[in-house]
């Protein structure tokens, strides 16, 4: 355990995060990749599971050139339907403006 990244052992110091989830995001040993999953699983709950699904996907971003926009968007609006935006009205009002943004941008690309 002590052979593990610093942010993640200043986490599992706090009680933010278990040991198993721990040591699963610590198979990333990019910190640049590492921090959002960190971040995310301890915002968001996930499961060790969700985590190391999570990792492949991750590291196929931070490469260049080889992410794909419909991946973002696919993952983007997964982690959308679990998270905790639904119990905020404010956060609701954001996501109801930037779908409808992104409608009027789909609907702006249909033929015509």
């Given at each position: 355990?002590?052979?593990l990244?610093?942010?993640?052992?200043?986490?599992?110091?706090?009680?933010?995060?278990?040991?198993s989830?721990?040591k699963?995001?610590?198979?990333?040993?990019d910190?640049?990749?590492?921090?959002?999953?960190?971040?995310?699983?301890?915002?968001?709950?996930?499961?060790?599971?969700?985590?190391?699904?999570?990792?492949?996907?991750?590291?196929?971003?931070?490469?260049?050139?080889?992410?794909?926009?419909?991946?973002?968007?696919d993952?983007?609006?997964?982690?959308?339907?679990?998270?905790?935006?639904?119990?905020?009205?404010?956060?609701?009002?954001?996501?109801?403006?930037?779908?409808?943004?992104?409608?009027?941008?789909?609907?702006?690309?249909?033929?015509?």
């Open positions: 355990m002590l052979n990244p610093e942010d993640i052992l200043d986490v599992l110091r706090q009680g933010k995060l278990e040991a989830k721990a699963a995001i610590a198979r990333v040993k910190e640049e990749t590492r921090k959002p999953l960190l971040e995310d699983a301890i915002a968001y709950n996930l499961s060790r599971t969700e985590i190391k699904r999570q990792i492949p996907q991750l590291e196929q971003q931070s490469k260049p050139a080889t992410s794909s926009i419909k991946d973002l968007a993952e983007t609006f997964r982690r959308l339907k679990k998270s905790k935006v639904w119990d905020d009205s404010k956060k609701q009002a954001k996501v109801e403006k930037l779908l409808t943004q992104l409608k009027a941008l789909i609907e702006d690309d249909k033929p015509k």
